[in-house]
């Protein structure tokens, strides 16, 4: 990269500018000047490049954020990452959790995979460097082994229904190889999955779903077609079971078996690229995503996989009944992303107290969790102690300056303490980071003709 580069997104009407070390947007005002400017460095690099480059920045707190623009190698161009090609797109806003790292790097600080992921702890082989001290997935069972790949290629969606839960008491680094992957996590797909909807990451997904995996019982691994270590795909991988496809058919005999089986299409999730479709089928779909799709999803989730019990399809189906919340918490008391979903059941079901009990526990567990604090405000300002509320949302801002929710909560929280600059303030720089909101756009409107 030698010159900055000018990127403009037309269906956020945003202007960005890429250099070697920073990202920078703005948009520009009735009179064309820039207005709204958000200006990150990039700090970490995430992706192979086979597909795409996506940048993230670490905030002076210590965060990382996605940022909005990735660069694809099949167009050798910048363009919106996966996932931020609509009007509404979180921008710089996306904080790459713990469960992102899992399967892009090889420790919770970005960093390569590691020999680890695959082969278990390797202290052990590298004091006695021989065979016997290490794990070979080789020589794991058929099911074993294609959960070595699939606890990062398994991804049954990355939009519209969660697409999975860990077991009770597991964190997300507890996977290790030669574990069953039904003892880590649950998996969820959408009732009314349309057979030929192509996410980015879908190569498990898809590959399950086709009858050569099914029928194959077990002798088809991701390794039976790819070497693990260079990931290469092997010559010949097909007619070792299928020596007599197409026999005598000059067209086929001897042609490149993907071309035709496994087509390379674009994904729903990331229209910039394309990849193998995994679903081998006599005659595979081959339509092309041409927009983003982030429409709704409100029809029922189901397990995938892996069994799930019907209290974690229940919450997984956004139930609001907090004693599926309240019974899962008692069996994972350590689940933050639970304990904040029994909390917000609580506040739509106008029960602070309870609420703020559960919150605050979720923000001693994980004091990093703005969410639980945005929340938390609230339920004490619902209790009527707004002088607490507030507090609590200032701490939330320190500790995360770009959540909107929170800073628009701080602007509630001033404004029914009276004081208007504050609250204006606060709004006002919700704008900025998400031009979009019409809730902070719309509270600042109010408050100014106040
Ligand atoms: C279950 C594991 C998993 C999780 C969780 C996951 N990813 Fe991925 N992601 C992958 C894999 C594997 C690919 C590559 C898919 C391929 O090339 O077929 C991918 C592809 C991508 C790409 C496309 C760029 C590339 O490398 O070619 C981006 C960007 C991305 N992921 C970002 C994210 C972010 C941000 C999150 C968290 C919100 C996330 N991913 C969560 C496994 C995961
Ligand atoms: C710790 C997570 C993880 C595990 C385990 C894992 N992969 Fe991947 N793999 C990824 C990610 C993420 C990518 C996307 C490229 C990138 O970002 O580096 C990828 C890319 C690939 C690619 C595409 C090559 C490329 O350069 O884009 C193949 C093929 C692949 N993996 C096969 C496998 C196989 C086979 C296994 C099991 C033996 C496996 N992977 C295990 C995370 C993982
Ligand atoms: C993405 C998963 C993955 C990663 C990462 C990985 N391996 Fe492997 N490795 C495998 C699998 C699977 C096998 C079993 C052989 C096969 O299926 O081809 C294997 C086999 C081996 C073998 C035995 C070779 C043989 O012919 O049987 C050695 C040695 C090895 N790996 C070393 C390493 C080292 C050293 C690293 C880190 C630099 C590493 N591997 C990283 C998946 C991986
Ligand atoms: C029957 C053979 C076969 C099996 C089994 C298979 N793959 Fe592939 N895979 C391919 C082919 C062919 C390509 C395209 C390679 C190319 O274009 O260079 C590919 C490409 C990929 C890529 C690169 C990104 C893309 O989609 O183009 C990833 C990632 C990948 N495979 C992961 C996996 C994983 C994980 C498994 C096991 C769940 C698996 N594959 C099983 C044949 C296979
Ligand atoms: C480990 C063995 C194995 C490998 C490797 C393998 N297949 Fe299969 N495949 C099977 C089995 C078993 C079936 C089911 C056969 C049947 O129904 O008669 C099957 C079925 C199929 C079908 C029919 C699918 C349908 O929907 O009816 C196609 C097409 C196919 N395979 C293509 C391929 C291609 C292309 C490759 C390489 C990229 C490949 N297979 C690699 C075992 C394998
Ligand atoms: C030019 C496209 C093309 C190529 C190349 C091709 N196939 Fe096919 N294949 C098809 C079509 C289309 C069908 C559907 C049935 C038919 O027309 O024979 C099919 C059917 C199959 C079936 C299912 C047969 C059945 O009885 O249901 C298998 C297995 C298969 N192909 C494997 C392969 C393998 C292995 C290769 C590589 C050596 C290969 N194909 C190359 C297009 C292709």
Avoid at 89 to 115: A, K, Y
Avoid at 223 to 250: I, L, Y
Wanted: proline share 6%.
């Amino acid at each position: 990269m030698v010159s900055p580069t000018m990127f403009y997104h037309q269906s956020s009407n945003r202007y960005y500018r890429v250099d070697a070390s920073s990202m920078r947007r703005h948009q520009l005002d009735a009179a064309g000047e820039e207005t709204l400017v958000v200006a990150k460095s990039i700090d970490v690099a995430v992706g192979s490049g086979n597909h795409a480059i996506t940048y993230l920045h670490r905030t002076p707190q210590g965060r990382l954020l996605e940022l909005p623009l990735s660069w694809y190698s099949q167009k050798q161009s910048w363009a919106m990452s996966p996932g931020y090609d609509r009007p509404n797109h979180e921008d710089f806003r996306r904080e790459i959790s713990d469960s992102c790292l899992f399967c892009h790097s090889g420790s919770p600080q970005p960093s390569p995979i590691g020999c680890n992921r695959c082969h278990g702890p390797v202290a052990q082989h590298l004091q006695s460097p021989k065979p016997g001290t290490i794990l070979n997935p080789a020589k794991l069972d058929a099911q074993r082994q294609l959960d070595v790949c699939l606890q990062c290629h398994l991804q049954t969606t990355s939009a519209g229904i969660q697409d999975s839960v860990r077991q009770p008491g597991m964190n997300t680094w507890a996977f290790q190889p030669g574990m069953a992957l039904s003892d880590y996590k649950m998996l969820f797909v959408r009732e009314t999955e349309d057979e030929g909807r192509l996410e980015i990451n879908s190569a498990g997904y898809r590959l399950l779903q086709s009858a050569c995996f099914q029928k194959s019982e077990g002798r088809l691994q991701c390794t039976t077609c790819h070497d693990p270590h260079t990931a290469k795909v092997r010559v010949k991988s097909c007619v070792q079971c299928h020596a007599a496809a197409h026999a005598g058919d000059q067209r086929r005999e001897g042609a490149s078996c993907e071309s035709c089986h496994m087509p390379k299409r674009r994904p729903v999730d990331a229209i910039h690229t394309s990849i193998t479709d995994h679903k081998i089928a006599r005659e595979p779909i081959i339509t092309h995503a041409t927009e983003e799709d982030h429409g709704p999803y409100d029809g029922k989730a189901i397990p995938f996989y892996i069994h799930a019990d019907p209290l974690t399809l229940a919450a997984v189906n956004r139930s609001d009944d907090p004693s599926v919340y309240r019974q899962l918490t008692q069996r994972d008391p350590k689940n933050v992303p639970m304990l904040a979903m029994l909390g917000k059941v609580l506040l739509r079901r106008n029960e602070p107290v309870e609420a703020a009990k559960v919150l605050e526990r979720a923000a001693t567990l994980d004091p990093s969790c703005t969410d639980c604090l945005a929340h938390l405000a609230v339920a004490n300002a619902l209790r009527g102690d707004l002088r607490h509320s507030l507090e609590i949302l200032r701490k939330a801002v320190a500790g995360n300056p770009d959540h909107v929710l929170a800073r628009i909560n701080l602007g509630i929280a001033y404004e029914s303490l009276g004081d208007r600059a504050q609250a204006d303030d606060a709004y006002s720089e919700a704008i900025r980071l998400q031009p979009d909101s019409t809730e902070a756009a719309e509270r600042r409107r109010r408050l100014r003709q106040r």
